[in-house]
Nanobody
Framework: QVQLVESGGGLVQAGGSRRLSCAASGRTFSSYCMGWFRQAPGKEREFVGRITWSGSSTVYADSVKGRFTISRDNAKMTVYLQMNSLIPVDTAVYYC????????????????WGQGTQVTVSS
């Protein structure tokens, strides 16, 4: 099993940047494919991006492609979400999640979730 804790959220102005971190505990972190999701008030949780076990491959939602970057450091058991050129519609609670299988964008394939961290982008 793996436990996940996100950090790094906060208030940022439009056009700014923010880096979220997701710290994992558990001995098998490097075995998990990691995903980032977000949920805005009144909306369903949506896929942001994912990264493979080794970090060699990433996939992003069209809405964040070219602005967001996911990376991971298995030695530190941490996955990151670098967010650049933020816009107000990026405002949401951001969650990291772990899956034993890679290649999925639906939240239902991720069995482990953090508590989320709020990102608010002001115009």
């Amino acid at each position: 099993q793996v436990q996940l804790v996100e950090s790094g959220g906060g208030l940022v102005q439009a056009g700014g940047s923010r880096r979220l971190s997701c710290a994992a505990s558990g001995r098998t972190f490097s075995s998990y494919c990691m995903g980032w999701f977000r949920q805005a008030p009144g909306k369903e949780r949506e896929f942001v991006g994912r990264i493979t076990w080794s970090g060699s491959s990433t996939v992003y939602a069209d809405s964040v492609k070219g602005r967001f970057t996911i990376s991971r450091d298995n030695a530190k058991m941490t996955v990151y979400l670098q967010m650049n050129s933020l816009i107000p519609v990026d405002t949401a609670v951001y969650y990291c999640a772990a899956s034993i299988s890679c290649g999925y964008s639906s939240p239902r394939y991720y069995g482990y979730w953090g508590q989320g961290t709020q990102v608010t982008v002001s115009s």
